[in-house]
């Protein structure tokens, strides 16, 4: 079963900038899947960041930060981008990729059933 690995977490001021890669670890990736984004913050319900189709790169976005991110995916490395720019304090929380079939797109996690372990993020104001 493929696997998925997050990185690119860490620590930033309010106003700076994150990319957060997911690998998967086989190219069954590729084959018209869709690899969503979550956040989860401590006491908080996990929601829905971003979605991208493996294979024509149509993606949407949450509500939450909407404006100041980008997902993008290059299947050549079986990896999906998360660019986060002007973050704020309310961003800190755990981010986790995560993979499922599908025909539409969607954020709601229960749809998914491949997690990564995730990789946290850090915004001090």
């Known amino acids: 079963q493929v696997q998925l690995v997050e990185s690119g977490g860490g620590s930033v001021q309010a106003g700076g900038s994150l990319r957060l890669s997911c690998v998967a670890s086989?190219?069954?990736?590729?084959?018209?899947?869709?690899i969503g984004w979550f956040r989860q913050a401590p006491g908080k319900e996990r929601e829905g960041v971003a979605v991208i189709s493996t294979r024509d790169g149509n993606a949407d976005y949450g509500n939450s930060m909407s404006g100041r991110i980008t997902i993008s995916r290059d299947n050549g490395k079986r990896t999906v981008y998360l660019q986060m720019n002007n973050l704020k304090p309310e961003d800190t929380a755990m981010y986790y990729c995560a993979l499922r079939n599908g025909l539409s797109l969607s954020l709601d996690s229960t749809l998914y059933y491949t997690w990564g372990q995730g990789t946290q993020v850090t915004v001090s104001s």
């Open positions: 086989d190219d069954t990736y590729i084959y018209n899947k869709h």
